[in-house]
């Protein structure tokens, strides 16, 4: 413990980069695209060394377009984005071979083979040749045995990971995936999840979009959602999970209560509905979640209920209701 | 692991790859040209080139050689550096260039220099096969090769331009088919200008091409429309107009980023 300190503390003062220091740092970021259309608007987002995020948002929300920014496809119309406080567009040459890309779109040489396609990655991105880095990616990604074909003859879910070698090809430590399980099937997105941890374990920081709120949430350490341009949440998934592992349980009364009686009230027990419901928060991750006490509690008080229901707000909810939020006040916002 | 000031790994790759897609296509890229530049000199050289007196001492099948190779000089170097470019932004590929540490004179170090390695051999390779059909003498051979290697990459330089430009593979054809090869016709590749009345020799000055296939020619036979002086300065001036476009394209990063 105390050794591991001092080798943090000692990195520290040599200036040194290490897991869990921010790696990549995003301020002010916005776009607006040639036809007038705002992409992106005011982010700031940090990502730290070694961790996977997830870039949570519906459809045209701006995913790719921050990704693309950071990775030199597309210009900022304002704000800066840094990696190791170096600038992204003044210092492309110092960034970039640590940067690797997955795209969204299959976009691919057709006529390529696969060891040439993903060789010329490797080449192209400045390193010099080497062949058994190059069969190791194809191996990892169980594309050794179709080095040889030509990309076209591919299937969708091989051309997906066709660009993930070309991506690995050069060693990158940060790995950009625009939404990698996008049209893939189950045995696939296991495969993905596993390379993707296998990555991480090797000191790869990941970003990663998705639709899919169970891949963030099976994958990432920090979860981000974007709406409309605007990063509207980053938080550790913990306690994303935290937040879902509160459940409430609801019990409809058949005559509506004046007041909590004092006999619930070292539970946590609110009364609704002007009386005609009462409401126990719990968490579902604890032993004991009290809802045995209140059953018998009521009992006891002679408190008859006609119905009870339990509910989760799950990140499916917080992320909609989070969108919706975000979505509903700009009409309002246009009127003074 | 910075790529330093210059990314060679980065240039040869790109360079590999198009010259892999020259080899991959070989009938269509060098085939292609050789039955065609043949059949010139069936048509041209043998056929109505027997009826025809000679050029300035040179008989008429050695005299066309040099336009017609400029004739493919102009349009293959085009038509691959066009098409080198314009394929990966028309595929969406070309989001792996801009994403690596490669400069934009890089990029066009790689694919100029890969257009013009092509036609620069395409060159060589008419030329061998007009040997067999007729008696080709070189006078100036490092003159031949320098107007041969400038006149490769200004074209392949002018064909990136129209690569970045180009919308859709219609535009790509349009500069090759409805300007560059009817001037390289009416620019003196198969005949000289002095065979044309004397108006027509004027208006004909207002042609690059006239420029440039007269010093290519020169460099073969010793004669030319214009002199040798006027030719090179406006072959240099094509090539620094093209990179000018090039260095403008590069400081608004037009067309190839969003
Ligand atoms: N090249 C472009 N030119 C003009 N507008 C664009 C361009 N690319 C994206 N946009 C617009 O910018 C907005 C954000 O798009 P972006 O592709 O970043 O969204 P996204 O979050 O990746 O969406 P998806 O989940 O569908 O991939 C959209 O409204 C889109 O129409
Ligand atoms: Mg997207």
């Known amino acids: ?336 | 692991m910075s790529v330093g000031r210059f990314n060679h790994n980065g240039v040869w790759a790109i360079y590999q790859f198009e010259i892999a897609r020259a080899l991959r296509t070989l009938g269509q890229s060098l085939v292609a040209p050789v039955i065609s530049t043949s059949l010139y000199f069936i048509v041209f050289g043998s056929a109505i080139g027997s009826r025809m007196r000679e050029v300035e001492g040179v008989s008429y099948g050695a005299f066309i050689v040099p336009g017609l190779i400029m004739l493919s000089l102009f349009t293959e170097s085009l038509s691959n550096a066009s098409f080198g470019i314009y394929f990966p932004k028309f595929t969406g590929t070309i989001y792996e260039l801009l994403s690596a540490p490669v400069s934009f004179l890089e990029v066009v170090l790689a694919y100029v220099g890969a257009a013009a390695t092509k036609s620069i051999v395409l060159g060589l390779v008419i030329l061998a096969t007009a040997n067999l059909f007729v008696d080709v003498q070189i006078l100036h051979p490092v003159w031949m090769i320098l107007f041969l290697v400038l006149t490769a990459v200004t074209f392949s330089l002018f064909g990136f331009i129209i690569g970045v430009w180009a919308d859709g593979f219609e535009q790509l054809q349009i500069v090759p088919t409805l300007i560059v090869t009817p001037l390289t016709f009416l620019g003196g590749a198969f005949y000289s200008i002095s065979m044309l009345p004397t108006a027509w020799q004027k208006i004909t000055l207002f042609n690059p091409m006239v420029y440039l296939i007269s010093g290519f020619r020169w460099s073969f036979y010793g004669q030319a429309d214009v002199s040798v002086g006027v030719s090179l300065a406006a072959t240099f001036g094509f090539f620094a107009l093209c990179l000018v476009v090039v260095g403008w394209i590069f400081k608004t990063g037009y067309r190839l980023k969003s």
């Open chain 1, 1 to 336: 413990m105390h050794s591991e300190k001092s080798a943090v503390a000692e990195r520290d003062r040599r200036g040194e980069p290490g897991v869990g220091d921010r790696v990549l740092e995003i301020r002010g970021l916005g776009k607006v695209y040639a036809g007038g259309e705002r992409a992106l608007e005011g982010v700031d987002l940090d990502i730290r060394r070694g961790e996977i995020f997830a870039l949570l948002g519906p459809n045209g929300a701006g995913k790719t377009t921050l990704i693309s920014i950071v990775c030199g496809i597309v210009t900022a119309s304002e704000g800066t984005v840094s990696v190791d406080g170096l600038d992204t567009v003044r210092d492309y040459r110092r960034i970039r071979p640590r940067i690797g890309l997955v795209p969204q779109e299959l976009h691919t040489d057709a006529f390529e083979s696969v060891w040439a396609t993903v060789s010329f990655s490797r080449g192209l991105f400045g390193l010099r040749r080497d062949d058994r880095h190059i069969e190791k990616v194809l191996r990892d990604l169980s594309l050794w045995d179709k080095r040889k074909e030509r990309i076209m003859h591919l299937s969708g879910g091989m051309k997906r990971r066709v660009l993930i070698a070309k991506a690995l090809a050069h060693e990158p430590e940060i790995l950009f995936l625009d939404e990698p399980t996008a049209g893939v099937d189950v045995e696939l997105r296991r495969d993905m999840w596993e390379l993707v941890r296998g990555l991480r374990t090797g000191g790869v920081t990941v970003i990663l979009t998705t639709h899919y709120i169970a891949e963030a949430e099976e994958m990432a350490d920090r979860i981000g959602v974007i709406s409309r341009g605007r990063l509207i949440l980053v938080e550790e998934k913990r306690e994303l999970i935290k937040k879902l592992g509160k459940k409430q349980l609801r019990v409809e009364l058949q005559e509506p209560l004046e007041a909590l009686p004092a006999e619930l009230g070292d539970l946590q027990v609110a009364l609704l509905s002007e009386g005609h419901e009462l409401e126990l928060t719990f968490d579902a991750n604890d032993e004991r979640t009290g809802i045995p006490t209140l059953l018998r509690r009521l009992g006891e008080l002679g408190i008859h209920y006609r119905d009870l229901s339990t509910r989760q707000s799950s990140l499916e909810e917080i992320f909609v209701s989070l969108v919706s939020e975000r979505t509903e006040p700009r009409g309002a916002e246009a009127a003074p």
